[in-house]
Each structure stands twice: as C-alpha cells, then as structure tokens.
C-alpha cells in the first residue's frame, strides 16, 4: 500500500485542532482523521487523545483479520476512546466540552473496514468511480434529508457546523460501521472538513484520478482548500492499494 498524510492550520486560524496518522501492525494499516473542538486548547487534546490512544490499541492488537472480527475491533476501541475523553473532561474543568469527530479505516489487501462519528469522511475511488463512503453526522445533513433544505443551501447555513455525533460527548456514542472489499490501485480517502467545505467532490476525483504521484495529489488538495479561503484546520490521508509488499510510514499525533 503506498500512503500519505498530511495536515495543514489553514490561513486564518493559529491552532490545528486536528490530528491523524497511519500506523501499521505487520502488513495490516490503521488510519485514523480526527478533527477535535472545544474551547482553549480542548479540541486539540480531544483529537490528539483519540488518535494516540487507537493507535497504542492498534500496535498491540492481535486480531484475526476477517470484517466481522475487524469491525468488533474497532467499535470496541472508538467507544473506549469515548470513554477515555469523558474522564479526562470531568477531571480537567479547562477541558469539558471538549468533542472530536474521527474516521477510521483498517485496510488490509483484500478489504477495508472503516468507523465513523462526525463531519469527517471517506471516500473510495475505483473502477465505478468517485463515492462517499459516510454520511455526516450534522444538523444541515438531516434538514438535506428531510427534505428541509437543498444541498446548496446546506453549503451556506448558518448552522452548518454543527454536529448530531462526536467522541467525547456523550457517555453512549453511536458508531458507523462498515466493511467493502477493494483492488489494486483503488485509493481510499479521508479527510476533515476543512478539505470538503473548501474544494467539491467534482474537484477532489479530478485530483485523486490524475497521473501525479499520492505527495503531489495531498499537496495540491491542501493548497485548493487554501485558495478557497482556508478558513479551517485541513487534514487528509490518501492510501493506494498495490500489488508492492513495501509499506510506508508516516506518523503524526
């Protein structure tokens, strides 16, 4: 698998409330997007929590790899991560409140298993095409849904960020669990909405479909979402599955 991450503070904020990575257990990769919230430095503890704790979980784990076993993983772990988030909140006061959303994906060679709470997305790009894998978990969502707005509403409204789900909210979280397969070169993304509010779907496959390298693909994404105002922290993780045994590594808390 050839992969990448990448994050950026964007052009108008000074904090980067977000946090990532990809960390491998043998030939099997976890990657994770979390986009954290709350007020001081909250949001960033709250991200950087979450994808400290799901990677030390992922580097000792020894789970035998069909969907059903991975998928129990990592709903069992994403609920001990909401958890973990609850009881630092009631201990630290400068802290409650505090929230993330995450995606998280396992990829092994023949599927990908992926969790999901929050605004944050995956996205697949394979032979059918370009499709959004999740579906926010926000109040502007739910008006689209119902019927009660268009999309092109839901791209200005006032309310837009705010969330139906987060980690660390809540004592019971709900979480979106799903499995698909995958072949060679398909690409999986993810991403905070930083990405998504600033460059369209349209623009994103036209990117992710062209014949530069997965680095130049991550940078020309961030740099869009900059021209566009970059508003917001912007966070992505392209993985590209290959026929190569060779993995790389590429590590951010």
Request: glycine share 6%.
């Amino acid at each position: 698998m050839e992969s990448i991450f990448r994050t950026d503070t964007g052009k108008i904020r000074t904090l980067n409330e977000d946090s990532g990575g990809l960390f491998y257990n043998n030939d099997n990769l976890l990657a994770i997007v979390a986009d954290g919230m709350g007020g001081h430095q909250a949001g960033e503890i709250a991200s950087s929590m979450a994808v400290s704790y799901l990677k030390e979980q992922w580097q000792k784990a020894e789970i035998e790899l069909n969907p059903a076993k991975t998928e129990e993983w990592l709903v069992e772990n994403v609920q001990n991560t909401n958890k973990k988030l609850l009881e630092f909140a009631k201990t630290n006061p400068d802290c409650r409140g505090m929230g993330t959303t995450v995606v998280s994906v396992i990829c092994t060679p023949n599927y990908v298993t992926l969790a999901h709470i929050g605004d944050s997305r995956v996205y697949l790009l394979n032979e059918n095409g370009f499709s959004l894998l999740t579906e926010d978990h926000s109040l502007v969502n739910e008006l689209v849904k119902n019927g009660q707005i268009s999309k092109e509403e839901a791209e200005h409204h006032p309310r837009k960020h705010v969330l139906l789900r987060a980690l660390g909210t809540e004592e019971q979280v709900e979480i979106d669990i799903r499995s698909i397969s995958w072949e060679p070169n398909d690409v999986i993304l993810l991403c905070s909405d930083g990405l998504t509010n600033k460059v369209d779907e349209k623009e994103i496959q036209k990117i992710i479909s062209s014949d530069s390298s997965i680095p130049s693909k991550a940078e020309e994404l961030i740099s869009l979402a900059n021209q566009a105002g970059g508003d917001d922290n912007i966070t992505l993780i392209l993985i590209k599955h290959g026929f190569s045994n060779k993995k790389k590594v590429n590590e951010y808390d």
